[in-house]
């Protein structure tokens, strides 16, 4: 419980810290993790609100996309968090966030394109053959949002070894030290 406060609460010990040569590695894999936790949280939340979601239309697929961006992001921070070191490594936080940032914004232009098409073929099956679609997720549709959720993870993990191998390269060392 002490280190939940001494992390969440006590503001000026963090402060502290940061005017005072930084905080660990680990440190700041866990600000990383509690981030990206009450991010998906808060989606989640705004996602599966009464008002938002007819309880009618929701399904298993609706459950296995939610739990599965829970087990990526969590997945894919620990795997670059070893790749760069562990608690050994160097400069987590500002490669984490540079790296994952560039390649959300990659893989959120695919899903928006490949969206974009699937929203066009929608309306004009809709429009033009007058098939019904269902208003609840499908297993393709979790596929596909899952499949994002592979591709960041396996993005992630492709540019922090190439960035490791790219280091040791330039002869520099990855833990501190």
């Keep these: 419980m002490a280190i939940i406060y001494m992390y969440l609460w006590n503001i ?3 402060l502290n810290q940061l005017a005072n040569g930084g905080i660990s590695e680990r440190a700041s894999l866990f600000y990383i993790l509690i981030n990206l936790g ?3 949280v808060m989606c ?7 008002s938002e979601v007819d309880a009618d239309l929701i399904n298993i697929w609706d459950y296995l996309v939610s739990a599965s961006g829970y087990v990526c992001i969590l997945a ?5 968090y070893r790749i760069n070191g562990g608690s050994q490594g160097r400069d987590f936080m500002e490669r984490f966030v540079s790296i994952y940032t560039v390649v ?3 893989i959120l ?34 596929a596909f949002y899952i499949g994002l959720e592979i591709a960041t993870l396996v993005l992630v993990r ?13 002869g520099c060392t990855e833990t501190r030290g």
């Design 12 to 14: 000026r010990k963090l």
């Design 38 to 40: 009450i991010v998906y």
């Design 44 to 50: 989640d939340i705004l996602y599966w609100a009464p």
């Design 76 to 80: 894919l921070t620990l795997i670059a």
């Design 104 to 106: 959300g914004i990659r």
């Design 109 to 142: 232009a695919a899903g928006v394109l490949i969206i974009l098409c699937d929203s066009f073929l929608y309306a004009y099956v809709e429009n033009y053959y007058g098939l019904y679609s269902e208003d609840y997720t499908s297993a393709l549709e979790a």
């Design 158 to 170: 492709k540019y922090f070894k190439a960035l490791k191998r790219e280091l040791a390269a330039l």
